[in-house]
């Protein structure tokens, strides 16, 4: 539990409350939603005609009905808005900006499916539960609780009534979207089957809150030595649909926004009372998230400034697990070697890295490419000293959706980083409203700085305890010194394959010339063969006709022998020739892609 000398002072927040309206669920919905996506796509398209016509871009608003989406759909929203190198960017600036809002549902209902979720009364668990909603979203709802028998206060989460069907019911939409846009070819660039197995991932997890508790314990363990504080779970009271964590009395990032919004409050004294920098709180959240995401491999997806606390003496606390992501390990080095170069300004280095973000290597000139992407940092480099800019716009993350959507860059990134992009884009609004003129270079050059000392000290803390082991270890000094050596031999594979696509393709056009020869030929033999009947048959006029006649009527008289010379000449030419031919076409299938 948090202590008390933790906690801030109260920070005045207005009373708000929340819309209710009861939660049902219709077996028209889907034809809803789908009578809903139709019309936002004939809006979109209607909009890019405008657009060609007046030669003005305006702004793509969606205006979603919030009691007809549910948590699903949002975020298949915000996944397809990382993609803004496949999808345009007025489209996914709109997808970027829903949030996930919803009306809370008549307590009636929450303790109807609150008893029948712990299997007992309510009294006998809670002493007092506050009936108007903390927070709601679409398909979750929270509200402060006094645990009878531990006598605090707590968070209660849970799953309104319907959530289940609802998530079912629309992965089952989507499952049958993903098929339609898969037979038709369109956008197969994005991969929908992928995309339906990573939401249908989510979603297991999602409606599963033990799922949530255990990372969210493992997170709380990893954290200990930083100051960002995770919220206890209470695993008595655990179930499928209900979570019961601490309550911590502090105000959120978003409530010290909205207070720093109105030019009437002044927050310096709060903020000089309760120790809090909103600079080294920055600083700090930006090392403790890539910690987590590049040595723990256990990260929060959902650091908005919904779910962080500010706490006393430049501390913060996390009140929401959500969605926490582990990557394949493989990942997570090429990301270190990336970033580790793109802080350490080695840009060469750093475009050799990133061309191990793509899974399979397409047609492209690795120098070309190399030099937009240096082109691309140096700018980026330079653009980060300008105080005026938003955080978010000289982010990391802003810089991987720039560098994805270079026209030389091939667009094959797979799903598995939309999770990393999602997780950083919220932190980059948390960042943005904690430190806007924050430098995203320099805060990574002073992490891998930090992570190379906690590294070595861990070292040293491990060779009392080791020494035995250290011995036999030194057996394998060579293949621990060649780690390095391994990338760069991925990297030199990498160009190996690219050069082979470049003989790929001039195979191909030898493979056309040669077919082209090939109908050259046998066009030949046949002019040929019916000359040699013109000249040799008394009946030969009658079967070729008076227009074949005509041509071949022109050709010098030849004998037999050389008639029979000039024939085999041409037909071991076409023989040879396509057998050269389908040698070619098995090199090019036998050749990587």
Same mark, same amino acid.
């Given at each position: 539990?948090?202590?008390?000398?933790?906690?801030?002072?109260?920070?005045?927040?207005?009373?708000?409350?929340?819309?209710?309206?009861?939660?049902?669920?219709?077996?028209?919905?889907?034809?809803?939603?789908?009578?809903?996506?139709?019309?936002?796509?004939?809006?979109?398209?209607?909009?890019?005609?405008?657009?060609?016509?007046?030669?003005?871009?305006?702004?793509?608003?969606?205006?979603?009905?919030?009691?007809? *989406?549910?948590?699903?759909?949002?975020?298949?929203?915000?996944? =397809?808005?990382?993609?803004?190198?496949?999808?345009?960017?007025?489209?996914?600036?709109?997808?970027?900006?829903?949030?996930?809002?919803?009306?809370?549902?008549?307590?009636?209902?929450?303790?109807?499916?609150? &008893?029948?979720?712990?299997?007992?009364?309510?009294?006998?668990?809670?002493?007092?539960?506050?009936?108007?909603?903390?927070?709601?979203?679409?398909?979750?709802?929270?509200?402060?609780?006094?645990?009878?028998?531990?006598?605090?206060?707590?968070?209660?989460?849970?799953?309104?009534?319907?959530?289940?069907?609802?998530?079912?019911?629309?992965?089952?939409?989507?499952?049958?979207?993903?098929?339609?846009?898969?037979?038709?070819?369109?956008?197969?660039?994005?991969?929908?089957?992928?995309?339906?197995?990573?939401?249908?991932?989510?979603?297991?997890?999602?409606?599963?809150?033990?799922?949530?508790?255990?990372?969210?314990?493992?997170?709380?363990?990893?954290?200990?030595?930083?100051?960002?504080?995770?919220?206890?779970?209470?695993?008595? %009271?655990?179930?499928?649909?209900?979570?019961?964590?601490?309550?911590?009395?502090?105000?959120?990032?978003?409530?010290?926004?909205?207070?720093?919004?109105?030019?009437?409050?002044?927050?310096?004294?709060?903020?000089?009372?309760?120790?809090?920098?909103?600079?080294?709180?920055?600083?700090?959240?930006?090392?403790?998230?890539? %910690?987590?995401?590049? &040595?723990?491999?256990?990260?929060?997806?959902? =650091?908005?400034?919904?779910? =962080?606390? *500010?706490?006393?003496?430049?501390?913060?606390?996390?009140?929401?697990?959500?969605?926490?992501?582990?990557?394949?390990?493989?990942?997570?080095?090429?990301?270190?070697?990336?970033?580790?170069?793109?802080?350490?300004?080695?840009?060469?280095?750093?475009?050799?890295?990133?061309?191990?973000?793509?899974?399979?290597?397409?047609?492209?000139?690795?120098?070309?490419?190399?030099?937009?992407?240096?082109?691309?940092?140096?700018?980026?480099?330079?653009?980060?000293?300008?105080?005026?800019?938003?955080?978010?716009?000289?982010?990391?993350?802003?810089? *991987?959706?720039?560098?994805?959507?270079?026209? &030389?860059?091939?667009?094959?990134?797979?799903?598995?980083?939309?999770?990393?992009?999602?997780?950083?884009?919220?932190?980059?609004?948390?960042?943005?409203?904690?430190?806007?003129?924050?430098?995203?270079?320099?805060?990574?050059?002073?992490?891998?700085?930090?992570?190379?000392?906690?590294?070595?000290?861990?070292?040293?803390?491990?060779?009392?305890?080791?020494?035995?082991?250290?011995?036999?270890?030194?057996?394998?000094?060579?293949?621990?010194?060649?780690?390095?050596?391994?990338?760069?031999?991925?990297?030199?594979?990498?160009?190996?394959?690219?050069?082979?696509?470049?003989?790929?393709?001039?195979?191909?056009?030898?493979?056309?010339?040669?077919?082209?020869?090939?109908?050259?030929?046998?066009?030949?033999?046949?002019?040929?063969?019916?000359?040699?009947?013109?000249?040799?048959?008394?009946?030969?006029?009658?079967?070729?006709?008076?227009?074949?006649?005509?041509?071949?009527?022109?050709?010098?008289?030849?004998?037999?022998?050389?008639?029979?010379?000039?024939?085999?000449?041409?037909? =071991?030419?076409?023989?040879?020739?396509?057998?050269?031919?389908?040698? *070619?076409?098995?090199?090019?299938?036998?050749?990587?892609?």
């Amino acid at each position: 539990m948090l202590a008390n000398k933790r906690l801030p002072t109260n920070l005045p927040k207005p009373d708000q409350a929340l819309p209710i309206r009861p939660q049902s669920i219709s077996r028209f919905r889907p034809l809803k939603l789908l009578s809903y996506f139709a019309t936002v796509f004939c809006r979109y398209q209607w909009m890019r005609l405008q657009t060609r016509v007046n030669s003005h871009t305006a702004p793509f608003q969606l205006h979603w009905p919030i009691e007809l *989406l549910s948590h699903f759909w949002y975020t298949a929203a915000h996944m =397809l808005a990382q993609r803004t190198d496949l999808l345009p960017t007025r489209l996914c600036t709109a997808l970027n900006q829903l949030t996930d809002v919803g009306h809370a549902v008549p307590f009636e209902q929450i303790q109807t499916h609150l &008893e029948n979720q712990l299997g007992t009364a309510l009294e006998q668990s809670f002493q007092q539960i506050d009936t108007p909603a903390l927070r709601a979203t679409s398909s979750l709802q929270y509200h402060r609780a006094y645990l009878r028998q531990e006598q605090t206060w707590v968070t209660l989460k849970l799953h309104k009534p319907h959530t289940h069907k609802i998530m079912q019911q629309d992965m089952a939409l989507f499952q049958r979207l993903t098929n339609l846009f898969t037979y038709f070819a369109i956008r197969p660039e994005l991969h929908w089957h992928s995309l339906n197995q990573h939401l249908q991932e989510h979603v297991r997890t999602f409606l599963d809150f033990k799922f949530e508790a255990a990372t969210q314990q493992r997170l709380q363990k990893h954290l200990q030595s930083h100051p960002l504080y995770v919220a206890d779970i209470f695993p008595a %009271y655990l179930r499928q649909q209900v979570l019961v964590s601490e309550y911590i009395a502090a105000p959120s990032l978003a409530d010290y926004h909205q207070h720093q919004q109105n030019t009437s409050n002044d927050l310096t004294p709060w903020l000089i009372e309760n120790n809090i920098q909103p600079s080294k709180l920055s600083k700090r959240l930006f090392n403790a998230m890539h %910690y987590q995401t590049l &040595e723990m491999n256990l990260f929060p997806s959902q =650091l908005h400034p919904e779910n =962080l606390l *500010l706490l006393r003496d430049n501390r913060l606390a996390i009140i929401d697990g959500g969605a926490t992501v582990s990557l394949d390990q493989t990942l997570v080095q090429h990301y270190t070697l990336f970033l580790r170069a793109l802080a350490q300004q080695r840009y060469t280095s750093a475009a050799e890295y990133a061309l191990l973000f793509i899974p399979s290597l397409p047609n492209l000139d690795v120098a070309d490419c190399t030099a937009e992407l240096i082109k691309l940092w140096r700018t980026w480099e330079t653009q980060t000293h300008l105080d005026h800019r938003p955080y978010t716009e000289k982010s990391i993350r802003h810089l *991987l959706q720039c560098m994805r959507a270079l026209p &030389e860059y091939p667009n094959t990134t797979p799903w598995a980083h939309v999770k990393v992009s999602i997780a950083w884009r919220n932190m980059d609004t948390s960042l943005q409203q904690l430190a806007p003129n924050m430098h995203p270079g320099r805060a990574l050059k002073r992490y891998f700085q930090a992570a190379t000392k906690r590294a070595s000290e861990l070292h040293l803390k491990q060779i009392k305890r080791t020494i035995p082991h250290n011995l036999a270890a030194m057996q394998q000094l060579p293949r621990q010194f060649s780690e390095y050596a391994f990338y760069q031999q991925l990297i030199t594979h990498r160009q190996a394959l690219t050069y082979q696509t470049r003989t790929h393709t001039s195979d191909a056009w030898i493979h056309a010339l040669l077919r082209l020869f090939s109908g050259f030929l046998c066009l030949l033999f046949g002019y040929l063969g019916g000359a040699f009947l013109y000249q040799h048959s008394a009946h030969s006029a009658a079967l070729l006709g008076p227009q074949i006649t005509h041509w071949i009527q022109h050709v010098p008289t030849l004998n037999l022998s050389l008639w029979g010379l000039l024939l085999g000449g041409v037909a =071991l030419t076409l023989q040879r020739t396509l057998a050269l031919n389908k040698r *070619l076409a098995i090199r090019q299938h036998a050749l990587p892609t």
